[in-house]
């Protein structure tokens, strides 16, 4: 990015036009006794200025207009640019008219102007560039986009370790081709290994209506009356939960008993209805009569076994009713 104003532009200045007093060889002058105080501008303002006495200039002024030119002006100029601030002493610029140099001083203030022109031609430019460059910057997109904290840093180290350790085992199993054999059979046994938990794990998993745990397996030999007797034990202590499941599981054997149902401890509960649901008659002649109170018992002991859901006592009475009506005797 090209600078508005060149620090060193009074020393350019100066070694073109000549030295001038000690205290003109300074960017920063003091201020002189009867000087008025340094004036400040920014680039626009201050290109007017120096527009104004290029034109005073250029008219040939006397004399006297050159004393009066030269107690106007203050010992420095402060100059705001959108980068910095520049002082500029018119020490110089003084001394010329104090000997009287119209000439000299007019090209100074010309070669000035030159300079400020210049800045004015690039710096909006650039500035515009790096406000554009801010908003890209600050868009949500690279909101993350920052140096990297100690745990990334951390992270990066153990990856390169690791990874350097992967090249020297490499590089170790390319020197010893039977060992590099050993360990790619047992790398893919592994694999295969792994993989093949992974599918019997998700195949066990997706109907947990299926999965039977040893506790119900042997409960299932059970009475339908042990059943029975079960689920008021459990309702009189308040386990509803517990009564509705020993509720369905007599209704089960109960229609075993019947000949309704096979004696098969393998199979769920959907696969009890299932018989019932898709026989016409069933292997007595039962299914008919059976199907609807087996329904509603299959699907009440799903919600609340299952399912995990709350059971309350109205929920237990009305099992007692399908029961009645798959041929319990309550009494």
Same mark, same amino acid.
Request: charged share 20%.
């Given at each position: ?218 409960? #299932? =030999?059970? /009475?339908?009356? *042990?059943? @029975? !007797? ?5 309702? +009189? $202590? ?26 098969? #401890? =393998?199979? /769920?509960?959907? *696969?009890? @209805? !299932? ?5 016409? +008659? $069933? ?26 859901? #709350? ?15 798959? $041929?319990?005797?309550?009494?």
């Amino acid at each position: 990015m090209k600078q508005s104003l060149l620090p060193g532009l009074i020393l350019l200045l100066t070694s073109v036009y000549g030295t001038a007093s000690s205290g003109g060889q300074n960017a920063v002058s003091s201020r002189a006794p009867g000087l008025p105080v340094a004036a400040t501008y920014d680039i626009a303002s201050f290109g007017s200025e120096l527009q104004r006495l290029d034109v005073l200039l250029r008219d040939k002024p006397s004399g006297a207009k050159l004393a009066d030119l030269r107690k106007s002006l203050p010992p420095s100029w402060n100059v705001h640019s959108p980068e910095q601030t520049y002082t500029i002493s018119t020490e110089l610029l003084r001394a010329q008219l104090d000997a009287r140099s119209a000439d000299k001083a007019a090209a100074w203030i010309e070669l000035l102007q030159g300079e400020i022109k210049t800045s004015q031609s690039n710096v909006p430019t650039s500035f515009a560039a790096h406000g554009e460059l801010d908003h890209i910057l600050a868009s949500p997109e690279f909101a993350g986009v920052r140096p990297p904290g100690p745990l990334q840093l951390f992270r990066a180290r153990i990856l390169a370790w690791l990874e350097k350790m992967f090249l020297k085992l490499f590089k170790a199993m390319g020197q010893h081709p039977i060992g590099a054999e050993i360990l790619f059979w047992v790398l893919l046994i592994a694999g295969v290994a792994f993989v093949a938990l992974w599918i019997f794990r998700f195949l066990s998993s997706r109907d947990s209506m299926s999965r039977l745990n040893p506790k119900s397996l042997m409960a #299932r =030999t059970r /009475t339908w009356q *042990e059943w @029975l !007797r079960n689920a008021r034990q459990a309702a +009189s $202590g308040g386990d509803f939960r517990e009564a509705v499941h020993s509720a369905y599981w007599a209704g089960i054997a109960r229609l075993e008993d019947r000949g309704a149902l096979p004696r098969d #401890r =393998t199979k /769920t509960p959907r *696969e009890y @209805l !299932r018989i019932v649901t898709t026989s016409p +008659s $069933g292997p007595t002649g039962l299914a008919g009569d059976v199907r609807e109170p087996l329904t509603a018992l299959t699907s009440r002991m799903e919600r609340t076994w299952y399912a995990n859901r #709350r059971a309350v006592s109205e929920d237990f009475i009305d099992s007692l009713r399908q029961l009645e009506a798959l $041929g319990c005797p309550l009494e």
